[in-house]
């Protein structure tokens, strides 16, 4: 037998030692890892089960995948009265907007606060905490009445209107996401500003070609959150878009599925559960590099 095979027979057997060790101390934390997984994954798979069950009840996919039959997708799709796709589409440009706006307007108001000074600073980061105590539901009387006033003036801004829940959602969360953004803007340098400003630099150049790149953590995270709120808002988006299917979202537009005792299809309901599950899935999994480093970076200050 080889120097070599030897040395590597030792260095296996080393880490399997090792392995042990490490096993037989911590074992609690692999079970409690299990645990956590089971528990996290099993409504998924459950959801999953029940769209491609066949039957039109949840306590048919009890037993799990016992039935594998995509007709629930199939009538998800080809329902003329409830369009599945019109809504998916309404949804995603809804939320991607909203996106978008919240983390420009978002950036425009962190930078001004971390980076000027001027009267009423103070005053109104205090003010941006405190309004943000008190939950956007308990405006929904009040964005009703304003939106109904403002579609007698502007109808593109009244009830009914999708630019009208983007214009929403971005007053609810412009004062939460600037006051998140402003603790990370904190932890750059300002000597990067003043380097810039002798090189002749002004704000803007300043904004968009130095703190912008340097805060892409942040601003992903701002991004995602405010995506996957949006997406999945019921409440508010029922009250401004009301029951024109056309304009509904997908919150609204699945509940139809559920919402009456003598028409609740389970099944389908699943399966486009399952479809609005992905574009959240797939953004998270795009820019879950910078959740950790976006979420904890602003904590330093």
């Known amino acids: ?11 296996d057997g080393n880490r399997r030692t090792l392995f042990s060790k490490r096993f037989k101390s911590q074992w609690w934390r692999h079970l409690l890892g299990i645990i956590s997984v089971v528990f996290a994954a099993f409504p998924l798979v459950y959801v999953l089960s029940a769209s491609l069950s066949p039957g039109g009840t949840l306590t048919g996919s009890n037993q ?14 080809s329902d003329p009265v409830r369009p599945y796709g019109q809504w998916y589409l309404n949804t995603i440009v809804i939320a991607a907007l909203t996106a978008i706006f919240t983390v420009f307007l978002g950036a425009l108001a962190a930078y001004t606060f971390s980076r000027m000074r001027f009267k009423g600073r103070r005053g109104g980061l205090l003010s941006l905490m405190l309004v943000q105590m008190f939950p956007q539901l308990l405006t929904v009387v009040a964005i009703f009445l304003l939106l109904t006033w403002l579609g007698d003036v502007y109808p593109v801004l009244g009830i009914g209107s999708r630019l009208a829940l983007i214009m929403v959602y971005l007053g609810g ?34 904004f968009f070609t130095i703190i912008l790149p340097l805060v892409a953590p942040i601003l ?82």
Not at 64 to 77: G, P
Not at 226 to 241: D, G, K, P, Q, R
Not at 247 to 257: C, D
């Open 1 to 11: 037998m080889s120097t070599a095979t030897v040395s590597s027979a030792i260095k």
């Open 64 to 77: 799990l995948f016992s039935k594998i039959d995509f007709s629930n997708y199939a009538k998800l799709m």
């Open 173 to 206: 969360a412009l004062g939460s996401n600037t006051y998140l953004m402003y603790g990370f803007f904190n932890t750059v340098p300002q000597s990067l500003d003043e380097s810039a400003m002798v090189d002749g630099a002004g704000h803007a150049r300043i």
């Open 220 to 301: 992903a995270v701002v991004g995602l959150l405010s995506f996957i709120t949006s997406f999945t808002e019921y409440v508010v988006a029922s009250v401004v878009l009301g029951a024109d299917p056309h304009t509904s979202t997908l919150a609204i537009g699945l509940y139809q599925y559920v919402s009456t005792e003598t028409s609740s299809n389970w099944g389908v309901f699943a399966a486009g559960a399952v479809l609005a599950a992905l574009p959240p899935m797939v953004l998270f999994l795009w820019l879950q590099k910078y959740i950790v480093s976006g979420l904890t970076g602003g904590a330093i200050k």
